[in-house]
């Protein structure tokens, strides 16, 4: 397993932008995938988006297509998501996740994002 910090979450406007990064230490980060999930209040944890360990292959969810963008630095252990044209369906807690042979086995422990109308 890996240890994961996320950051950059905050309060912002509808159509406003967010970058958040996600911290890996204490474990292999560069030869996983890595994923970008979120939780509403009183839903349930969806998927957001993905990466391939050499960055060459991105996932997105329907929903944030267009909008999010999914990136990495390997050198630094860092995932990114750029969050652009912001609604307020999209406040949640976001996670970042390590993906490892078909299961994710590293959770961060999330941060919050707030977009108000």
């Known amino acids: 397993q890996v240890q994961l910090v996320e950051s950059g979450g905050g309060p912002v406007q509808a159509g406003g932008s967010l970058r958040l990064s996600c911290v890996a230490s204490?474990?292999?980060?560069?030869?996983?995938?890595m994923a970008w999930f979120r939780q509403a209040p009183g839903k349930e944890r969806e998927f957001v988006s993905a990466?391939?360990?050499?960055?060459?292959?991105?996932y997105y969810s329907d929903s944030v297509k267009g909008r999010f963008t999914i990136s990495r630095d390997n050198a630094k252990n860092t995932l990114y998501l750029q969050m652009d044209r912001l609604k307020p369906e999209d406040t949640a807690i976001y996670f970042c996740?390590?993906?490892?042979?078909?299961?994710?086995?590293?959770w961060g422990q999330g941060t919050q994002v707030t977009v108000s109308s």
């Open positions: 996740a390590r993906s490892n042979e078909g299961s994710y086995d590293s």
């Open positions: 204490r474990g292999t980060f560069d030869k996983y995938a």
């Open positions: 990466i391939a360990w050499s960055s060459n292959t991105t």
